[in-house]
């Protein structure tokens, strides 16, 4: 059976203070679930997170990571930093650091082949921007860029991924896929890795939302059968809405 996951991306939010309040008040109110829970706290607060959560059942996640283990690369983290604090996952290609930082599919393989040598695992995001979709190119798009960061991986290494669909246009814009186009785009990515691998890997792929989820439209969303819970932004900032989304999973 897939692994149920919803992850908190908090992006550039919350300082120290802010960050150990967040995940007592999470520790506090965290539901029973089978779901696995994950939060990404800036780096500067990675170290002192992991150290909050404590023996909690909330796994601490970095928000991206260089690609190169060490060396003269100003600003950058490497795999084994994140290591050394007890963080085993990180979030790969999402749609901000493509947007904003030039990240292209070659930069994405290369990050996933150095998390995958490091032991670590990923969570990849990917997919369209809204002119993409009003092109009827969103299929494609989306393709293309598991194609080029993805399929050169081997069978095990797929052990080490979730994937997360991101319909760019409906981040942090109110705007929600509706929970049909969510599922016909997780059903269109599920087919796509069992078409370059097969079925039964395919299957095994947990495949998460991300695009303005919240506690009032997570359980439609992820009672469709190929999304297998979601990468949430803005929502995960508040102990209580983040709650709200774990328990509709």
């Known amino acids: 059976m897939r692994k149920k996951i919803v992850a908190g991306n908090w992006k550039m939010n919350n300082d120290l203070a802010q960050t150990k309040a967040l995940i007592n008040d999470l520790k506090n109110s965290l539901p029973n679930t089978d779901a696995e829970v994950k939060i990404a706290p800036t780096f500067t607060n990675l170290h002192a997170a992991v150290e909050t959560v404590g023996d909690a059942a909330i ?66 995001c990917f997919g369209e921007e809204l002119a993409d979709r009003k092109a009827d190119n969103h299929f494609s798009l989306v393709e293309s860029q598991l194609k080029n960061a993805l399929f050169h991986l081997g069978v095990e290494d797929w052990k080490h991924i979730v994937l997360a669909y991101e319909p760019v246009w409906a981040i942090g814009t109110g705007e929600t896929a509706s929970p049909e186009q969510a599922q016909e785009m997780h059903e269109f990515i599920r087919k796509t890795l069992a078409d370059k691998y097969d079925a039964t890997l395919a299957d095994s792929i947990s495949i998460l939302y991300g695009g303005s989820v919240k506690p009032n439209n997570a359980e439609e969303i992820f009672s469709k059968p190929d999304v297998d819970g979601g990468l949430i932004g803005g929502a995960s900032l508040k102990a209580e809405d983040f709650v709200g989304i774990i328990k509709a999973i």
Do not use: C, P, W
């Not at 930093?81 to 030039?102: C, D, N, P, Q, W």
């Open 59 to 124: 796994e601490v996640v970095a928000q991206n990571m260089h690609q190169e283990a060490s060396g003269a690369y100003t600003g950058e983290i490497s795999a084994d930093m994140l290591k050394s604090i007890g963080v085993k996952t990180v979030i790969l290609g999402h749609s901000e650091r493509r947007a904003y930082f030039g990240e292209d599919d070659a930069l994405l393989a290369k990050k996933v082949d150095a998390a995958l040598q490091n032991d670590m695992d990923v969570i990849f």
